[in-house]
């Protein structure tokens, strides 16, 4: 009986398979029903039911397919893991790290450059770049995102405010991303805190500058 098969199997969700229900409901929509399903002893298996046509084209049944999914899970759960390692690992830099599509809108960026701007990252998201940073940051910076816009990698000081009302020097590197297929695809933004360098500069100069008065 085909229940007997379905016993086998729990659902994603851990609940019982009901492949009658399953081949009922391919039957009554004539669309074929994929779903990934694991034994009771862990191995994955993508199930798949298609309506049974004769060469009449009349519908005799279904036909049920388990193609095993172990390694494809499993290459899933790693990609996972890595993902979750990624963000950990980006979430800590000291750096504010970003990613804007073509339209200028936010599609990553880090906890860092959230916290920059006194936001979270869900609220960052896919906002305009104006809209998170500010007319004021914005038009300093229009120039050089036109620029990467156009495939080409640009590297600018800016300085902006943060939201504690500290003035920070920072420099800036975007890079433009493509897609498989050549055209752009927005730019990945870094931005490194570099306002004890730009402290350190000035002093050296003021020394300096002393230094020639005096000879």
């Known amino acids: 009986p085909i229940e007997d098969i379905a016993q086998k199997f729990v659902s994603v969700t851990k609940d019982q398979v009901s492949l009658r229900a399953d081949a009922e409901a391919v039957l009554d929509t004539l669309r074929p029903l994929e779903r990934e399903l694991q034994t009771l002893e862990g191995v994955w298996y993508i199930q798949r039911i298609l309506p049974y046509r004769t060469e009449r084209h009349q519908i005799e049944g279904v036909v049920v397919t388990f193609t095993d999914a172990t ?3 499993r290459a899933y759960e790693q990609a996972r893991e890595a993902e979750s390692y990624l963000h950990l690992v980006t979430d800590n830099l000291p750096d504010c790290m970003s990613y804007v599509g073509p339209d200028e809108r936010y599609r990553y960026v880090n906890e860092t450059f959230a916290r920059w701007f006194g936001r979270d990252v869900e609220a960052i998201l896919g906002r305009l770049v104006r809209e998170v940073v500010g007319d004021e940051i914005y038009q300093r910076s229009r120039s050089y995102i036109v620029e990467v816009l156009r495939s080409r990698e640009v590297l600018f000081e800016n300085y902006c405010q943060t939201p504690q009302g500290e003035m920070r020097w920072m420099l800036e ?7 498989s297929d050549g055209t752009g695809d927005g730019y990945f933004g870094l931005a490194t805190d570099i306002t004890t360098l730009k402290s350190v500069q000035a002093a050296v100069r003021t020394s300096e500058e002393r230094l020639d008065a005096i000879f």
């Open 71 to 73: 390694r494809l899970e």
């Open 173 to 179: 590197h975007l890079v433009p991303q493509h897609r």
